[in-house]
Nanobody, 130 residues
Framework: QVPLVESGGGSVQAGGSLKLSCVAS????????MAWFRQAPGKEREGVAA???????SYTDSVKGRFTISRDNAKNALYLQMNSLKPGDAATYYC????????????????????????WGQGTVVTVSS
C-alpha cells in the first residue's frame, strides 16, 4: 500500500498557479509532521514547506509569500497552493510524513535538516514555462 499519493501537478506558464494534493493512508495519524519536498533534474531534493500537527507552517525562503501548505485532518489530506510560479519551481513534488520534525528555524529561515524521510509518495510533476 502506497502511504502517500500526490496529485495536481501539471504544466503552467510563469506567474500561474497550481494546487497539489496528497492523500495519506489511514494508518498515518494526524500527529504526523507533514511536508512537501521537490527535486528538479540534476539537483538535490529540497524541502519546500512543512506543517505540524497543530497546523503551524514553515517554508523555505524561496517560496515564502507564494506557496501555502495546509492539511485537512478529517480527510487525511495535505495540500500545497502554489501561486506566482517561476521556472525555478519546476520539479517533481513529493509529499512526506514523519513522526519527527523536518527541520528547525535559524533566525527567520526554516532549514530542512531531515535527510531520511519516514514516508513519502511517488511524486507529481510540475512544469513551469517562461
Amino acid at each position: 500500500q502506497v502511504p502517500l499519493v500526490e496529485s495536481g501537478g501539471g504544466s503552467v506558464q510563469a506567474g500561474g498557479s497550481l494546487k497539489l494534493s496528497c492523500v495519506a493512508s489511514a494508518y498515518i495519524s494526524n500527529s504526523y509532521y507533514m511536508a512537501w519536498f521537490r527535486q528538479a533534474p540534476g539537483k538535490e531534493r529540497e524541502g519546500v514547506a512543512a506543517i505540524d500537527d497543530d497546523g503551524n507552517t514553515s517554508y523555505t525562503d524561496s517560496v515564502k509569500g507564494r506557496f501555502t501548505i495546509s492539511r485537512d485532518n478529517a480527510k487525511n489530506a495535505l495540500y500545497l497552493q502554489m501561486n506566482s510560479l517561476k521556472p525555478g519551481d519546476a520539479a517533481t513534488y513529493y509529499c512526506a510524513a514523519d513522526r519527527q520534525p523536518f527541520g528547525a528555524y535559524s533566525g527567520t529561515s526554516f532549514l530542512f535538516y531531515k535527510r531520511s524521510l519516514e514516508l513519502w509518495g511517488q511524486g507529481t510533476v510540475v512544469t513551469v514555462s517562461s
